[in-house]
């Protein structure tokens, strides 16, 4: 048996099923968004017992927030092996952060066609001289030959920005970051790594990887919805406009004599893309998250997650008419997530069956990732279960029986 690593909130929850049972719900649902850690969960409550405005106040209760606020990016900045003049800037999650990188990039960006539609759409929208600026690269049947591709593309024509996801949200495989990095640099392109799906999973080093931007959500990393984050490069950052207007970005604002000859600063720094009175709960905790899985340690967290993994796989293997969804023939490595098919059933029947039957929540469709799931052949979409800390391998085992069920019902039909 293997237990979960770490506690999480609402791991007791429990719903009944079609068999009459009431069952433990089995959470397999984590790469959409994990449970909070018990721990991170605290650290929120605690805040909330004592926070007053951040930034703006001289009271006490402000320098407490303001002080939590500002400690919660050096936490972050630690955690990602940030370099010392890179920029930590809160956002409102990976979209945003992307969102704020786009509008934040001159010129050409390469991506990949497997990327979540947060890492496509944003580079879709037109440059403000109406033209195009995203080129899009196929992934190729082999890590090797997507990455040759990808220099050619970048070698082809100059490009700002290559930006690539770290771990696919369908497949779980894992991209070679610091080679991708390397690419990009030799052919004087910077890079953006979406880490939504890997920061949880793997230790992330900007400085050891070669990263020039990060993004990810504070809800695929054990802590509540509405905050994410964009590290990068402070002097670039500060060479665009701000993301938002409004206050907290702007140093002074005035209109002259004649109320149209406006004169705005800008701040430099985090604040000149975070204006608005910001999500101090969020950003701490995404650094509390950050800290408790420092605490339970990358290696055990990697180890776990292959054990489950190979217990998911195995057991998948097993079922007649399930097929584990694949991009590359050569990924070795895979964080907690298996996308896959159920012949003779729609992605949503199985999704509806494994909660009615069995307790057990899953995903299903196309996972915000359309060029993939077409390309991969599965226009109607796949199931997707996705694991983390706080499962155990009777989540795994329930699903593998409930999948198995399932089948042999049809079979017998
Ligand atoms: N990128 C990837 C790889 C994702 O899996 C997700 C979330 N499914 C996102 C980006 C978008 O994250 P968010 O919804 O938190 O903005």
Redesign the pocket.
């Known amino acids: 048996t293997i237990p979960p690593l770490a506690q999480v909130v609402g791991a007791d929850e429990c719903v009944p099923c079609s068999t009459g049972e009431t069952v433990r719900y089995a959470n397999l649902d984590y790469?959409?968004s994990a449970p909070a850690l018990a721990a991170v969960a605290q650290t929120v409550t605690n805040s909330l017992s004592q926070y007053a405005s951040v930034h703006r106040g001289a009271g006490h209760l402000s320098q407490v927030t303001t002080a939590r606020y500002e400690q919660a990016r050096e936490v972050i900045r630690d955690f990602v092996r940030a370099r010392a003049d890179d920029a930590v800037v809160f956002t409102?999650?990976?979209?945003?952060?992307?969102n704020l990188a786009a509008h934040a990039t001159r010129g050409d960006v390469v991506v990949l066609d497997i990327?979540?539609h947060?890492?496509l759409l944003p580079w879709c929208a037109p440059a403000r001289d109406g033209s195009s600026r995203v080129r899009v690269v196929g992934a190729c049947a082999t890590i090797d030959d997507t990455l040759a591709a990808l220099e050619a593309e970048l070698a082809a024509a100059p490009a700002a920005l290559l930006a690539v996801?770290a771990?696919?949200?369908v497949t779980g495989e894992v991209l070679p970051i610091g080679r991708l990095a390397s690419i990009a640099h030799r052919n004087g392109a910077r890079i953006l790594i979406?880490a939504?799906?890997l920061v949880a999973h793997r230790r992330v080093s900007m400085v050891g990887h070669g990263i020039d931007y990060l993004v990810f959500?504070g809800?695929?990393l054990y802590a509540p919805f509405g905050a994410?984050v964009l590290i990068g490069r402070q002097d670039w950052l500060d060479a665009a406009e701000p993301y938002l207007a409004g206050g907290g970005a702007s140093a002074s604002v005035s209109f002259g004599d004649t109320g149209t000859d406006t004169a705005i600063a800008w701040h430099a720094g985090p604040a000149r893309h975070e204006a608005g009175s910001p999500n101090v709960l969020g950003a701490v905790a995404i650094a509390a998250a950050c800290e408790a899985l420092d605490a339970v340690g990358f290696e055990h967290i990697g180890l776990h997650e292959e054990l489950l993994r190979a217990r998911l796989d195995d057991g998948l293997a097993t079922i007649d008419g399930v097929t584990e969804l694949r991009i590359f023939e050569d990924s070795t490595d895979r964080v907690g997530i298996a996308g896959f098919d159920v012949d003779g059933h729609t992605p949503r029947e199985v999704a509806v069956f494994l909660s009615e039957r069995a307790g057990i929540g899953v995903r299903d469709g196309k996972?915000?990732a359309h060029p993939l799931l077409n390309r991969l052949g599965y226009p109607d979409g796949a199931v997707r279960a996705s694991f983390g800390l706080g499962t155990g391998s009777g989540d795994i085992d329930r699903l593998v029986g409930a999948l198995a069920t399932l089948t042999t019902r049809a079979r017998a039909r």
């Open positions: 790469a959409a409102r999650g990976t979209t945003d952060a992307i990327e979540h947060a890492n996801t771990a696919s949200n979406d939504a799906q959500s809800h695929k994410g996972f915000c």
